[in-house]
């Protein structure tokens, strides 16, 4: 319970930064995928087809699961998108449990690619 309430102050720790540095609000763990992902493919800010941004959103997951050892990045293409293996299955959990593994990847994310010290 106590791990809970760490993972739910952390997390709205990181949506107030969020918010702070990017002038609008980040409601929800998709939201924080999406800009997770727009950083890792380095493109910097434009318009995303409705296609991109699943392709953005499945580049975060991946790159917040490889801190648990679950994905690596092959490499880039030619556009220069990132392109990730699954080297370690993941566990079979409950939606909420799911949430609570990519939120902590995220934190840890955004404690090391970003240096925020929560």
Known sequence: MVEDDK????????????????????VDLN????VIGVQELGQGKKFFSKEEK????????CKVLSYGGYYELEGK???????????????????????KLLKHFVIEYFR???GLHI
């Open 7 to 26: 993972l739910k102050e952390n997390w709205q720790t990181l949506l107030m930064f969020l918010k702070e540095n990017l002038g609008k609000k980040t």
């Open 77 to 99: 293409d030619e556009a220069g998108w990132p392109h990730w293996k699954l080297i370690q299955p993941l566990p079979s959990f409950d939606l909420l449990s799911q949430e």
């Open 112 to 114: 090391k690619e970003v």
């Open 31 to 34: 939201g924080v995928l999406f």
């Open 54 to 61: 699943q392709d953005l959103m499945h580049i975060a997951i």
